[in-house]
């Protein structure tokens, strides 16, 4: 997917909607049915949630991995598999500062493509765990499944105002694409996921306590 067009930039703010749309929901179902109130008497309430956010996790980063896993192998048929240069193809302006691992995208970019890939799937896969997990906050299932694209877009204002040193984005729309439209950085990326999947443990460990009282 080229990062640069209209159609890269609305599939990547959409990207946290579109991985809870399969299981983001559920939880929420769920617990409004009182499903889960029945569960806790008969099953490990811990092993339950954590069950919930996998389920959630890996139907997010299956959706939205296809999908990009067709657009990449539909490149391939149309457009001429020709190796980039970073002196030939000086223009397209693929660097270190709006490119994770940029040697490798010269030296085997169907690889850095892969990796790009896998990181956007990874992504997508913890957005839709954070909407699951917010329904013990929230009745409102469209809300639920709302509440990634929801953060996502605090991010976004967020980093137009709160700006890091060398005007580093830790906005998951940039640094999720092969090559970002702004400056991105290795440590704050990772930073940033970290961070994302502490506050789902936390989120689970404290909806759990919900669930109890």
């Known amino acids: 997917m080229d990062p640069f067009n209209f ?17 983001g929901s559920v939880l929420h179902r769920d617990l409004t049915s009182g499903l889960i109130g029945q569960v806790k008497m008969r099953r490990n309430l811990t092993s339950t949630l954590w069950g919930y956010v996998w389920a959630a996790f890996i139907s ?26 970073n002196l030939l193809n000086a223009n397209v302006a693929v660097m270190s500062q709006n ?5 490798l995208y010269y030296q085997h970019p169907l690889l850095h493509a892969v ?13 839709a765990a954070f909407a699951t997990i917010t329904a013990f906050w929230i009745n409102n299932q469209f809300l639920v499944l709302a509440m990634g694209f929801f953060l996502h877009i605090i991010l976004l204002v967020a980093n137009t ?32 996921t970290l961070a ?5 443990v ?9 669930v109890v009282w």
Not at 99 to 103: G, N
Not at 196 to 200: Q, Y
Not at 202 to 210: A, D, N, Q, T
């Open 202 to 210: 936390s989120m689970v460990h404290l909806g759990g306590k919900r």
């Open 99 to 103: 490119t994770l691992f940029v040697t």
């Open 7 to 23: 159609s890269a930039l609305l599939f990547f703010i959409l990207l946290p909607l579109i991985a809870a749309l399969p299981a």
């Open 60 to 85: 997010g980063a299956l959706v939205v991995g296809v999908a990009l896993i067709v657009n990449l192998a539909t490149y391939f048929m149309v457009l001429p598999n020709i190796r980039p240069d």
């Open 161 to 192: 105002i709160l700006r890091l040193p060398n005007q580093v984005s830790y906005v998951p729309m940039d640094f999720l694409k092969e090559t970002a439209n702004s400056f991105i950085s290795l440590p704050v990326t990772g930073s940033v």
């Open 196 to 200: 994302m999947v502490l506050i789902i």
């Open 115 to 127: 990796l790009s890939l896998t990181f956007a799937s990874l992504w997508a896969g913890l957005f």
